[in-house]
């Protein structure tokens, strides 16, 4: 009797699986679970190992065979090829004396941060501005940008993109500007999508200011302008370590300055100059500066807060 269930069964499910449909009760892997899981992993690379491979790919590869010569930081999650995180992806890129990299426009938002060189500036909607070390800058959604280095120095600079929560949801366009570059320039020293050094110390002194001199600060770079990626910018003084926090939102760190270890559930990772630290959602994690350190934190805040699924605690 009990074997004709079973046979029965093992029929109904094959019928259930002909048709592309599973039975709720019997499912290969759970549809709901009490709290995220820990999908993507923590991971740090670092600048100084990636930089002498950048230079090779200068040698390598000019601007003609690359429409932006950049390393992206794939997560080491088993299966994933492209993400840094579940929603963002971070890359290196480097520029070089002479270079035009050319205008396109996408769906995806993205941002820049510079960390070493000088001459190179950012053409975004017409509007052209220098980029310098230690400055963030903005290309929204559908905004034509290209990148030209008129200096004599090698550009470095962070790229950060939405283009992980775009192909998880499908809304990707992408198109070459039809001239190669924007041909009506104006060249600005301040823009809405140019958040620059010296106003982030100068925001930092206020807000020590209203804070004190012995705890870690946090601004936002702000109004925001990007849909879907909050910008933080963290300082941390020598010997200073953040509160920790567990978060719905996904995030890449990226350091402007100093040295420091994070601990990001429960594991140490060092981390220096120009490093990327990937801290995908749900990791308990604090960072700890050795040296006075400057951090930009890159998440996809906005998207978890405009659908209610932004929460956070105390580990
Ligand atoms: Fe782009």
């Not at 094959?14 to 009490?34: C, I, K, Q, V, Y």
Request: some cysteine; glycine content about 6%.
């Amino acid at each position: 009797m009990r074997a004709d269930r079973e046979a029965a069964l093992t029929a109904l499910y094959s019928d259930f699986t002909a048709l592309n449909m599973e039975g709720g009760w019997h499912r290969r892997f759970p549809a709901l679970w009490p709290e995220p899981r820990r999908n993507f992993l923590p991971h740090v690379w670092h600048y100084a190992d990636v930089k002498p491979i950048l230079d090779r790919a200068g040698e390598l590869i000019d601007t003609q065979q690359a429409e932006r010569r950049n390393l992206t930081m794939f997560n080491p999650v088993e299966g994933n090829i492209y993400s840094t995180v579940r929603t963002i992806v971070a890359a290196y890129q480097m520029i070089r004396p002479g270079e035009t990299a050319r205008a396109h426009r996408h769906t995806p938002n993205a941002l820049r941060l510079i960390l070493e060189g000088h001459g190179t500036s950012t053409v975004v909607d017409g509007k052209q501005v220098e980029m310098r070390p230690g400055d963030v800058l903005l290309t929204p959604n559908w905004a034509w940008h290209s990148h030209s280095n008129d200096g004599a120095e090698q550009c470095y600079w962070m790229d950060f993109l939405d283009v992980p929560l775009v192909h998880l949801l499908e809304p990707m366009f992408y198109e070459p500007h039809p001239d190669g570059l924007e041909q009506a320039v104006e060249q600005l020293e301040q823009a809405p999508i140019a958040f620059r050094w010296e106003d982030t110390l100068a925001h930092f002194e206020a807000e020590q200011a209203r804070l004190g001199p012995n705890v870690p600060l946090t601004i936002e770079l702000g109004p925001a302008q990007l849909d879907t990626i909050a910008l933080h910018m963290l300082r941390i003084g020598a010997g200073q370590t953040t509160a920790p926090v567990q978060t719905t939102a996904n995030a890449v760190f990226a350091v402007v300055q100093g040295n420091g270890v994070a601990e990001i559930d429960g594991e140490r990772h060092p981390w220096s100059f120009g490093d990327t630290i990937a801290v995908p959602a749900w990791r308990a994690h604090s960072i700890h500066a050795q040296s006075d350190a400057v951090l930009l934190r890159v998440s996809d805040e906005p998207v978890m807060r405009k659908l209610g699924w932004l929460r956070s605690r105390q580990p």
